[in-house]
């Protein structure tokens, strides 16, 4: 059997404060949206700015980390995975939605204050390792 890769890392900010629910079964889950933004050249050889929203579900311990820890504004670094899904509106039009379910954050601080190194190491980070600080090397780092 071959086998397959579905990983998303996103470095971005938060555009809206969590929405925390339960599923059936009483386990939490957050979603967040995230902004990625590039820059690029038009045709003209003017400097665009384009910007890409994602949604972003956290479940179980991520979701707490989450709705306790993140806000509007938040730069965050993610790992999930996509996964797509469709339902049915009011007038009976079906919707389709992608998602990046989370399985590794960490927080790299507010869009509001310069936090120095652009790394905050409390509140606490939710990656399965503790992060190092950026002042050491590391040849694993996702940017």
Avoid: C
């Avoid at 990656?127 to 600080?133: G, Q, V």
């Amino acid at each position: 059997m071959s086998r397959s890769l579905n990983k998303v890392m996103l470095i971005g900010n938060v555009g809206s404060d969590p929405e925390i629910r339960a599923t059936s079964s009483g386990a939490r889950v957050a979603k967040v949206s995230l902004a990625t933004n590039r820059s690029f050249q038009d045709r003209n050889g003017q400097q665009q700015e384009k910007t890409e929203w994602h949604r972003l579900t956290f479940f179980g311990r991520l979701a707490d980390i989450v709705d306790q820890y993140v806000k509007k504004g938040d730069r965050l670094y993610t790992e999930g995975r996509l996964e797509y899904s469709q339902t049915q509106d009011d007038k009976g039009n079906t919707r389709y939605w992608t998602d990046i379910v989370v399985n590794e954050m960490v927080m790299l601080g507010s869009s509001g204050g310069d936090t120095g190194s652009g790394f905050s190491p409390s509140p606490p980070t939710a990656a399965a390792s503790t992060p190092k600080p950026l002042s050491q090397p590391d040849d694993d780092l996702p940017f």
